[in-house]
Nanobody, 116 residues
Framework: QVQLVESGGGLVQAGGSLRLSCAAS????????MGWYRQAPGKQRELVAT???????NYADAVKGRFTISRDNANNAVYLQMNSLKPEDTAVYFC??????????WGQGTQVTVSS
């Protein structure tokens, strides 16, 4: 059973930075794509960024230039460096992992709150 555990969320002032981490464990198939999604109160879950096994990245327009996704394949980990945070970045951030051989997995989420 694959488990994803996020960490690094918290409360930060607008303009500040946070770094999210996600550690995956269990029967992980490779290659895979890992990513971050977020869900604000009353809104649907949305993509933030994804990173393929060999490092190709994809970002939502709202975070381009401010967020950076990276991964450590040896440790089955993915990271999200978030700079220049805005109040509208406030959400629960979820880690995700998907390979061609599974239906995908989600973490439990970590709260990010940006105060104005």
């Amino acid at each position: 059973q694959v488990q994803l555990v996020e960490s690094g969320g918290g409360l930060v002032q607008a303009g500040g930075s946070l770094r999210l981490s996600c550690a995956a464990s269990g029967g992980i198939f490779s290659p895979n794509t890992m990513g971050w999604y977020r869900q604000a109160p009353g809104k649907q879950r949305e993509l933030v960024a994804t990173i393929a096994y060999l490092g190709a990245t994809n970002y939502a327009d709202a975070v381009k230039g401010r967020f950076t996704i990276s991964r450590d394949n040896a440790n089955n980990a993915v990271y999200l460096q978030m700079n220049s945070l805005k109040p509208e970045d406030t959400a629960v951030y979820f880690c995700a992992l998907k390979s061609s051989w599974d239906s995908g997995y989600w973490g439990q989420g970590t709260q990010v709150t940006v105060s104005s």
